[in-house]
């Protein structure tokens, strides 16, 4: 149960590559637009998508009413695959563009991205 305030995070799969498999991500609804897709500091950093910086970020996004998606690359959490890194990195950003952007119903979406994530989000 979701009370006054609170705000309800969903789970979410994000199918990566051909091979059938799959990131973590974690959703929050909105009505407006655009949805944030928040990219987390690179694997090499020791970044997921629980980083007190990307929770507080989606937090606050997501009371102000955009929906919101964060996400483990492959091989970090419970996200399946190998750890990758340049364009491995993006491949996984691009898929979780796609889950938000489907989520939404939008052709348009923001980023945030933190630490070394920011070379992924220029490449996306």
Not at 8 to 23: A, H, K, Q, W
Not at 110 to 118: E, F, I, K, R
């Amino acid at each position: 149960m979701v009370q006054k305030g609170q705000f309800l995070e969903r789970s979410t799969l994000i199918p990566v590559g051909s091979d059938g498999t799959v990131m973590e991500g974690t959703v929050h609804r909105g009505q407006k637009s655009p949805p944030l897709l928040i990219l987390p500091p690179r694997p090499e950093e020791g970044g997921g998508m629980d980083h007190v910086l990307a929770a507080e970020v989606a937090f606050a996004v997501a009371r102000a009413g955009f929906p919101t998606l964060r996400f483990n690359h492959r091989g970090v959490g419970a996200s399946q695959g190998v750890r990758g890194t340049g364009g491995a990195l993006v491949e996984d950003a691009e898929a979780a563009m796609r889950v938000a952007l489907e989520n939404a119903g939008t052709t348009a979406l923001a980023v945030a991205s933190l630490h070394g994530g920011a070379r992924v989000a220029l490449a996306l």
